[in-house]
């Protein structure tokens, strides 16, 4: 069975530009959460989508954006970005959502924003 | 809201030598915690489970366990190697805005 996968790996962008990435559940999984991960902060929850709905949302400011397609795969997008924005992004895929349910993640990818 | 305590690191072992981290939360009703590893240049990969049922989990030869006594949950390995080295993320299981602990970095030197 595949992994959960995420595309791009890497990614240069310029302050003020906008990026869009990409995640790929494990098949049958129906909830991906995204995170943020950075040295000083750690890992921060983004939001959690299932079955096409956002269903939790974490601390970050409007510029940041998801959505989920009827495939369960899912995207994120980072509007005007920032010099802070710069983190390794990863997102995560279980069956359900909620409590109790394993997640899965992929090996993320790195935005470097100068 | 919850929280999730998670023992500071950098921590520095040579190698064989005994491993224990240690991890707190605050929220009720986890009946569970995950125990994650990140290699370096790679996402969280889950590693074990530990429950409060005094159920131990273990998986290349790390073990999870609570004790009851601290109410808190332990990672440990009995002799550690240098392809240990990583960093190491506890967190109460999945959504609802799944909050992990900030991480310890394990250094093992040969």
């Known amino acids: 069975k595949a992994g959960v996968t995420q595309t791009p790996r890497y990614l240069i962008k310029t302050r003020g530009q906008q990026v869009t990435l990409s995640c790929s559940p494990i098949?049958?999984?129906?909830?991906v959460s995204w995170y943020q991960q950075t040295p000083g902060q750690g890992l921060q929850f983004l939001f959690e989508y299932f079955s096409e709905t956002q269903r939790n949302k974490g601390n970050f400011p409007g510029r940041f954006s998801g959505r989920q397609f009827s495939n369960s795969r899912s995207e994120m997008n980072v509007s005007t970005l920032e010099l802070g924005d710069s983190a390794l992004y990863l997102c995560?895929?279980?069956?359900?959502?909620?409590?109790?349910?394993?997640?899965?993640f992929g090996p993320g990818t790195r935005l470097t924003v100068l | 809201g919850d929280s999730v305590t998670q023992m500071e690191g950098p921590v520095t072992l040579s190698e064989e030598a005994f491993l224990t981290i240690n991890c707190t939360y605050t929220a009720t009703g986890y009946p569970s915690l995950f125990w994650y590893v990140q290699y370096p240049g790679e996402g969280l990969q889950l590693l074990l489970k530990?429950?409060?049922?005094?159920d131990k989990g273990s998986n290349k030869g790390f073990e999870a366990t609570y004790r009851k006594e601290t109410t808190s949950f332990h990672l440990e390995k009995g002799s550690v190697q240098v392809s240990d080295s990583a960093v190491y993320f506890c967190?109460?299981?999945?959504?609802?805005?799944?909050?992990f602990g900030a991480g310890t970095r394990l250094f093992v030197k040969a």
């Open positions: 098949s049958g999984h129906r909830s």
């Open positions: 530990a429950t409060k049922a005094d």
């Open positions: 967190a109460p299981p999945g959504g609802f805005k799944t909050i």
């Open positions: 995560a895929s279980s069956l359900g959502s909620g409590r109790g349910n394993e997640q899965f």
